[in-house]
């Protein structure tokens, strides 16, 4: 997805994204590589200035602690705040 982001489709990246990303936050478990997907997502959304809703990110944005996957969810989070 990073491939396509970067040969110019950063909008349809992130759209995809957008889209995924409620069911992948709802996950029970940590799910592996879900921090370089929202890495990802913070990158296309800052780079369109297109603000999409992510049910669920404020949630995890929210938590204690500085793992990865909280400290990606907070990126994104910013950065949609900044859209």
Do not use: F, K, N, Y
Request: aromatic share 2%; charged share 20%; hydrophobic share 55%.
């Amino acid at each position: 997805m990073r491939d396509v982001a970067q040969a110019g489709a950063p909008l349809t990246v992130w759209r995809l994204l957008a889209a995924a990303l409620p069911a992948l936050l709802a996950a029970p478990g940590p799910l592996r590589g879900l921090p370089d997907l929202l890495t990802l997502a913070s990158e296309t959304a800052s780079a369109t200035g297109v603000r999409i809703e992510v049910p669920g990110l404020a949630d995890v944005a929210a938590r204690g602690g500085s793992s990865r996957l909280v400290t990606e969810a907070r990126r994104l989070h910013r950065a949609l705040a900044a859209a």
